[in-house]
């Protein structure tokens, strides 16, 4: 008898697993109204319970983080557009683990991807191989590319730390130091 090993193929897009760090962020909601992400958004409900302790510290920059992140949540949970689903299961293997391993093991179970910022967590589901989608190198590979001599132009508004310098911004945030640039503010 031959021996035949059958691959397992899934249909459709992955679900995407959020991690605190990108619903704290915001940008996940701008990319997923651009329908560029299309797939089944899941929102552990330990990440929840991550963001409402955050949203209840007594430090107020983390509370305001913290509450960034219930609103961005909400704004998520309301757009129809959106198949957002809040994952209730806990999983046997989840016990004991942190949250960012949760993340880790509900991707692995889910077949699917996380949506994180955080380097660590970034290596540490690659190290489990689960895929990861980073927003930051996202958002990095759609920076305008310069070449060296291109010419273009810049708003100096403000003097930079050496003499003579000025410092000016890209469309994208990107921070330039102009030589020669302070007689141009």
């Given at each position: 008898?031959?021996?035949?090993?059958?691959?397992?193929?899934?249909?459709?897009?992955?679900?995407?697993?959020?991690?605190?760090?990108?619903?704290?962020?915001?940008?996940?909601a701008?990319?997923?109204?651009?329908?560029?992400?299309?797939?089944?958004?899941?929102?552990?409900?330990?990440?929840?319970?991550e963001?409402?302790?955050?949203?209840?510290?007594?430090?107020?920059?983390?509370?305001?983080?913290g509450?960034?992140?219930?609103?961005?949540?909400?704004?998520?949970?309301?757009?129809?557009?959106?198949?957002l689903?809040?994952?209730?299961?806990?999983?046997p293997?989840?016990?004991?683990?942190?949250?960012?391993?949760?993340?880790v093991?509900?991707?692995?179970?889910?077949?699917?991807?996380?949506?994180?910022?955080?380097?660590?967590l970034?290596?540490?589901?690659?190290?489990?191989?689960?895929?990861?989608?980073?927003?930051?190198?996202?958002?990095?590979?759609?920076?305008?590319?310069?070449?060296?001599?291109?010419?273009?132009?810049?708003?100096?508004?403000?003097?930079?730390?050496e003499?003579?310098?000025?410092?000016?911004?890209?469309?994208?945030?990107t921070?330039?130091?102009?030589?020669?640039?302070?007689?141009?503010?």
């Open positions: 008898i031959p021996y035949v090993e059958f691959a397992k193929e899934v249909k459709g897009l992955k679900p995407l697993v959020l991690d605190t760090s990108v619903v704290i962020d915001g940008r996940v701008d990319l997923v109204e651009t329908k560029v992400l299309d797939n089944q958004l899941i929102m552990p409900r330990f990440v929840i319970g963001l409402q302790g955050i949203a209840d510290s007594s430090d107020k920059l983390r509370r305001g983080r509450r960034r992140g219930l609103d961005i949540l909400n704004r998520l949970k309301n757009d129809a557009s959106v198949d689903v809040v994952y209730d299961r806990e999983l293997e989840f016990a004991g683990q942190p949250v960012d391993m949760k993340l093991l509900l991707a692995k179970h889910l077949e699917g991807k996380v949506v994180t910022n955080d380097y660590n970034n290596k540490v589901a690659k190290l489990h191989g689960v895929g990861v989608i980073n927003l930051n190198d996202i958002a990095n590979s759609l920076k305008p590319v310069y070449l060296p001599g291109e010419n273009f132009n810049v708003r100096v508004i403000k003097a930079g730390e003499a003579g310098q000025g410092i000016g911004y890209l469309d994208d945030g921070m330039i130091v102009i030589e020669g640039g302070r007689d141009h503010i």
